[in-house]
């Protein structure tokens, strides 16, 4: 199925969409790009804000996009590998079944599916700037993802029997 199709779908239900994903078959090339797509689709969010910022500081707008593409392109990945890998520890000292593969996939997936709501955070951060309006997107984002990632957790790690 097409990513965009997968991504309107895991709003419906996001247990089916990581069910079919795994149901692929452990592919780390497939979920490696699931992470750098939503790495990259963040870094892209970065720019209405950091042109707001550099306008208003009288910044440098490229070296403050150098220093974003470094942290989403190079260092998020890293990050979100061991907080993936740390996550499947804690589920199996809770008598989660799933494989660290399975961990990675539910994590990388949420983020790419959520990903729709960090561009309207992204466009609130630079052409509202701070306020009530941008927390609230913040926070209906990290709502979605983490429903996302929970919903992919139990079904990667808990639904194997």
Not at 75 to 82: D, E, H, S, T, V
Not at 85 to 101: E, K, N, P
Request: overall charge positive; proline content about 6%; hydrophobic content about 60%.
């Amino acid at each position: 199925m097409p990513v965009t199709t997968d991504l309107v779908a895991t709003y419906r239900g996001p247990r089916r969409v990581v069910r079919r994903l795994l149901a692929m078959g452990p592919r780390e090339d497939r979920a490696l790009v699931i992470l750098i797509a939503a790495c990259v689709v963040v870094f892209v969010a970065q720019w209405p804000r950091l042109a707001r910022e550099a306008h208003f500081t009288g910044q440098e707008l490229n070296p403050m996009l150098g220093g974003a593409l470094l942290a989403w392109i190079f260092f998020a990945p890293l990050i979100l590998y061991a907080l993936a890998l740390i996550c499947h520890g804690i589920a199996r000292m809770f008598g989660g079944r799933g494989s660290a593969y399975d961990a990675r996939v539910a994590l990388f997936w949420a983020f790419l599916a959520a990903s729709p709501l960090i561009l309207l955070h992204g466009l609130v951060a630079g052409f509202v700037g701070p306020g009530p309006g941008l927390q609230a997107v913040g926070l209906l984002w990290l709502l979605v993802f983490l429903w996302f990632w929970m919903s992919g957790m139990i079904e990667a790690g808990w639904s194997k029997a």
